[in-house]
């Protein structure tokens, strides 16, 4: 199948239901105040269920400091991808990150765990855990384990529970992200056979109350597939979307996505059949991108976001790099703040990134709109380049001319109001 | 001789009266209208000049797109120190870069030196070259003749114009920025013998109407060395000094630092007097760090300045590394401005240098307050902290405890006036 084909054959669905959308996942969205604020109107913890026992796969951050939460998911998958059991569910809170809080961080993880697990008659293990929000402290797990039990009784497939979980991962992002892929595997072009289904939700790359920058991507599939076939697409699919944004380059201990296949649509995914693979992982990478860009577009008090295209480096770090080097460097950010089309901060930043490009042999342009063609500058086009840079969405390709690879990356503004709002106190 | 022997006999001079405390350098500062807009008032083009021949020695920006004045000085250089002609001086000027403007770039840095040069009666390759300001933008050769010819005419050794020419070369810092170190050599531990002296001026690493960060450290000494061994000794200076200072982590087509030495003093540097190589190379790097903090001092629209010690790292790569990913991630400068002991975001920040550093055997200090010792918070610090970060200075101490490699580096906050500043437009 062509590229065009596999697209056609896959329908997206924006602000979905959530992963309810997929058969036989139930869910269960609760408040119980981890934040300590009394606020019981708002929904603090997810519970994501499966009765039938899934595959699953994840991806998690490579920060050196990780969340208690992270290292037991990262034990758990270890021992599912061995083999030695099955998966089950996700439980997951916003309001404590459980991060820095040394072997009580780990027990309270374990103990998340092990009560969803115990009142849904499974292991402790076939549980991941997430949690999000502020670090240093210790997650206040009477209330969690309460939010447990409430939330073993309200799961249910409805939109409803599906949405209040999606609710309950959020936390200063302005709206809950869902979004859900399906495609036919089976019948003739895409028309007739089984529907497979991947839902997600996820939360977003901004700040959080007021310690850290945390994103979750959890999804799920009724497509029956290996662990070890998921476990690549998913990478894949991380590879070409969550890991290719960035809001302010910080990189947090908690940031986490899972994706957990329990057949129940009937249909499978498996390389005997090359296109149902094919298929399967372009339709995760288009959910995955879609979240992606949600949670760049609601990064925290960002004002544009920049889809930074670079081609032609030497090598694939090589593109990686310079593509971070910009994307990150505040200079750049602050002049696109101010809509100013400042190509010089663009050209200094791809050049500190010391991958031995070449000035003349750049080219660049904002959108189509050529800024400089073979080190030369193109200076009749001022005009035209402010109108792109004026924009609250635009692209700014950059050429090196020197090689095959390319690498692409979401980026944003920096604008006051993120220093405003990260300042603390 | 200890360390704190060297430092006993070397006097430091704030806010000296610049490179002409240094013997038998001439200087002149001019106003010429680089900028374009009328402002004769404005001093833009300084002039450094030595009749008795120098040793020269250089470092310079490590970016891949380097302006054409760096190119230049590079050139001039590489055949100074192959042994095949002497320095005299340096022509520098703000308001233009002369970065990213291709072979008429080129063709005006050797015409500034060649008319500087010729005026002088020595040739073009014995003047180094220095621009700062727009760049992109060609520079006004014309101009910049008329305020050499005029520079010439005014070159002296009064601390009047050796301050004019510390005035032309910045752009948006709020004050010149000079400085003098002295030592004595062949007395009796330093009592008698012959001064020498060692002075500079400085640029800051602020941002630059509007395009372009830029730093230049201008440094001249009376002593007698060779060029081979001055070269090492501002390789360890810089290394020390303005290679550890971090605004925004943004570096400039232009950063340039220029050490000339003409032997007016009569007293000799070698390694056949191995106290004067330990004097001459800790005066050097007094002298260049007491300038790279005056420049983050006065740092664009900063509010406080944080040096941030990173101790015990397994090598000296991970020190640098993780300093900086802390030193430069903009969660920890917010909050830094914010007076925020934000703990978290600098462990986190530590954590995705990937250095393998270990949580659990990690030491935090704000100042010499413990935050963080062997991974247990000391929540009960948390008002000391409070008063550590209000300050205008302090210090951020973190000990790996996994080898014996430190580094340091300066560091400033990220202010909402800092992104308005540099917006554009």
């Keep these: 199948m062509t590229k065009a084909e596999i697209s056609s054959r896959i329908t997206l669905i924006e602000n979905s239901s959530g992963l309810t959308d997929a058969s036989g996942f139930r869910l269960a969205g609760t408040p119980c105040d981890i934040r300590g604020n009394g606020d019981l109107n708002r929904l603090d913890l997810a519970l994501i269920f499966s009765k039938t026992p899934c595959t699953a796969a994840g991806t998690f951050t490579t920060n050196d400091v990780k969340s208690a939460p992270v290292l037991h998911c990262i034990k758990s998958l270890q021992s599912h991808a061995a083999g030695k059991h099955p998966m089950h569910g996700i439980v997951a809170n916003s309001g404590c990150a459980n991060a820095c809080t040394g072997e ?52 249910s497939n409805s939109k409803e529970e599906s949405l209040r979980a999606a609710d309950a991962i959020i936390t200063t992002d302005t709206h809950r992200k869902t979004c859900t892929v399906k495609f036919n595997l089976g019948g003739l072009k895409g028309v007739g056979g089984t529907t497979v289904t991947i839902a997600g939700m996820a939360k977003g790359a901004g700040m959080i109350e007021p310690n850290m920058a945390t994103m979750f991507g959890l999804l799920a599939t009724d497509a029956k597939i290996s662990q070890d076939l998921l476990q690549k697409c998913l990478w894949h699919a991380v590879g070409q979307s969550f890991n290719c944004i960035s809001v302010d380059g910080d990189m947090s201990t908690n940031d986490t996505v899972l994706c957990l296949a329990n057949g129940e649509s009937g249909a499978t995914v498996s390389e005997e059949d090359p296109d149902s693979v094919e298929l399967f992982k372009a339709a995760l990478e288009m959910l995955c991108f879609y979240l992606a860009k949600q949670i760049v577009s609601d990064g925290e008090k960002i004002s544009r976001v920049i889809t930074l295209h670079v081609n032609g480096a030497k090598t694939a770090a090589d593109a990686n790099k310079i593509a971070r080097s910009i994307g990150n460097s505040m200079l750049v950010k602050s002049a696109w703040c ?59 390709n950059l050429f090196l001319n020197q090689g095959t690879h390319d690498y692409r990356l979401i980026s944003t503004d920096l604008t006051e109001a993120y220093v405003k709002f990260n300042m603390g106190e």
């Excluded at 101010?338 to 959108?367: E, F, M, T, V």
Aim: aromatic share 10%; charged share 30%.
């Design 104 to 155: 009580e961080g780990m027990l309270n993880a374990g103990r998340m765990c092990w009560f969803a697990a115990n009142l849904l008659g499974v292991n402790e293990e076939e549980f991941f855990v997430c949690s999000t929000g502020r670090i240093g402290v210790n997650m206040p797990i009477e209330k969690v384990e309460t939010g447990i039990r409430e939330s073993v009784k309200r799961l």
């Design 338 to 396: 101010g809509g100013d089309p400042n190509w010089g901060r663009i050209l200094c930043a791809a050049g500190y990134a010391k991958c031995g490009i070449d000035q003349k042999s750049l080219d660049l342009y904002y959108d189509d709109v050529p800024v400089f063609l073979k080190g030369q500058l193109q200076a009749d086009n001022e005009e035209r380049w402010r109108e792109v840079v004026g924009k609250k969405e635009f692209e700014v």
